[in-house]
Nanobody
Framework: QVQLAELGGGLVQPGGSLRLSCLAS????????MNWVRQGPGKGLEWVSD????????HYADSVKGRFTISRDNARNTLYLQMTDLGPNETAVYYC???????WGQGTQVTVSS
């Protein structure tokens, strides 16, 4: 049974940082390129970042470039998203997903507010 479980969301003040984790099971994580995607209140899905399974090459949306870092630990079947200098407009449910969008987690809420 495939499972993606995101952890690490919560309430953070503007300018703050959070680190999200996504624990994968039930499929070959090490050979799967992975995404982070977010959905703000009343908004559509927004791709945030992805990381290639083999090369480890990372890509970022322009809105998060320089502030977010995606990484992975294949030995732990875990995907990470380190987020810094968060703004209120980044309040959203953050999802990890396989790059082919076949597998999705349940999402973790990130709220940026003072």
């Amino acid at each position: 049974q495939v499972q993606l479980a995101e952890l690490g969301g919560g309430l953070v003040q503007p300018g703050g940082s959070l680190r999200l984790s996504c624990l994968a099971s039930g499929f070959d994580f090490s050979t799967s390129s992975m995404n982070w995607v977010r959905q703000g209140p009343g908004k559509g899905l927004e791709w945030v970042s992805d990381i290639n399974s083999g090369s480890g090459v990372e890509h970022y949306a322009d809105s998060v470039k320089g502030r977010f870092t995606i990484s992975r630990d294949n030995a732990r079947n875990t995907l990470y998203l380190q987020m810094t200098d968060l703004g209120p407009n980044e309040t959203a449910v953050y999802y990890c997903a396989s790059a082919d969008h076949v597998y999705w987690g349940q999402g973790t809420q990130v709220t940026v507010s003072s």
